[in-house]
């Protein structure tokens, strides 16, 4: 079955701190990766994708992940953590020549001050 | 920047009756999708629609359920006869194309069956 595993329940960080929000996928062949953030009472947000290349991806709010094939995992990571990036991050998978996004269970971030 | 919309926000609705769930896409987008999420659950892929057409479904969405593009700008999620289980976040999403594009979500519609 394909499925992706965000090990963590909550990531708890002091701020200014490094942050990393793991997860790993179980999809045959080589899917497209993508990670959301959602605010309270707020949609999804796309924070950025991997697709090919490089494997180390930059996206919106200092937000970087590292895409591993032979791990199969696509940590999210940031330097140092700001208050504001409390929050519910999903890790989501998408195999080629499909439309469907395969969500993990989402992780909360808390950023302590 | 441009965002896709949801009305309503919050639907209350008694078990048996038929909703309609609207959503405006981003102008320029092809590809329109819904997801739900079961309050404490994963995110899951209900439907995809491209070119006046169902793309992908996934297996929840059933004879229960049709989306439709009923004019330019909105798309909507029917739900016939609804069911307490129906109860959840439904989100909208759209993107630019397809598969290696990414799709941005609405801010949800959550649909209370009681």
């Known amino acids: 079955a394909q499925s992706v595993a965000q090990p963590e329940d909550q990531v708890n960080v002091a701020e200014g701190n490094p942050l990393t929000v793991k997860c790993t996928y179980s999809?045959?062949?080589?899917?497209?990766l993508f990670w959301y953030v959602q605010y309270p009472n707020r949609g999804l947000q796309f924070l950025l994708k991997y697709i090919t290349g490089d494997n180390l991806v930059k996206g919106s709010y200092g937000f970087e992940a590292e895409f591993n094939k032979s791990q199969t995992s696509f940590h999210l990571k940031k330097p140092s953590a700001l208050v504001s990036d409390s929050a519910l991050y999903f890790c989501?998978?998408?195999?080629?020549?499909?439309?469907?996004?395969?969500f993990g269970t989402g992780t909360r971030l808390q950023v302590f001050p | 920047e441009p965002e896709v919309t949801q009305t309503p926000s919050h639907q209350v609705t008694q078990m048996g009756q038929e909703v309609i769930l609207r959503c405006v896409p981003i102008s320029n987008h092809l590809y329109f999708y819904w997801y739900r999420q079961i309050l404490g659950q994963k995110v899951e892929f209900l439907v995809s629609f491209y070119n006046n057409e169902i793309s992908e479904k996934s297996e929840i969405f059933d004879d229960q359920f049709s989306v439709e593009r009923p004019d330019g700008s909105n798309f909507t999620l029917k739900i016939r006869s609804t069911k307490l289980e129906d109860s959840a976040m439904y989100f909208c999403?759209?993107?630019?194309?397809?598969?290696?594009?990414?799709?941005?979500f609405g801010q949800g519609t959550r649909l209370t069956v009681v």
């Open positions: 999809v045959s062949g080589n899917p497209y």
């Open positions: 999403a759209s993107s630019e194309r397809g598969q290696d594009t990414e799709a941005f």
């Open positions: 989501a998978v998408r195999r080629p020549n499909t439309d469907k996004l395969i």
